[in-house]
């Protein structure tokens, strides 16, 4: 048996060493993609307390749950104390659309999550928001939220 010179021994120092990279690296990619999945899964959570948050508190409101079924069976003579409420209402969930299109944009959704989302979205909007709405509470978005409504015109006849 021969003695391991220097040189072999910097060789095979080098293998392990190389090997031991490229475990890490597969190691640092599996738990970036993990974390993904659960950044984005939170974020999906989050978007979901918000909406039932706010569709808890409409519906456990006697004077909010008049105002939205009073706009939504077409009534829509609303006092102005009543179309402010339902204007924040709107907003509100407006608002959380905007931040989906926001996360989903910055990569925080993946695309079969956001349709869903943005689908539940134009379908409320179809369901509680008119035009007229939107010309009075439009002006609190910018950027993709607007263009998004814009595009698909997602609105109640007036």
Known sequence: MTKLKLRDAAAIAEIVATFGVIVSLLFVAFTINKNTHEVRAGHSNVLFESTRQVELAVGSDAEWSRIVHQVR?????????????????????????????????????????????????????????????????????????????????PFRPE
């Open 73 to 153: 069976s077409g009534n829509t003579a609303l006092s102005n104390e009543d179309q402010f409420r339902y204007d924040v209402y709107a907003a509100a969930m407006l608002d959380l659309w905007d931040q989906l299109i926001s996360r989903h944009d910055a990569g925080l959704f993946d695309e079969t999550t956001f349709a869903g989302w943005d689908d539940y979205f134009e379908s409320w909007c179809r369901r509680h928001l008119k035009k007229s709405d939107w010309e009075r509470i439009g002006w609190q978005f910018a950027g993709p939220m607007v263009d998004r409504i814009n595009e698909t015109a």
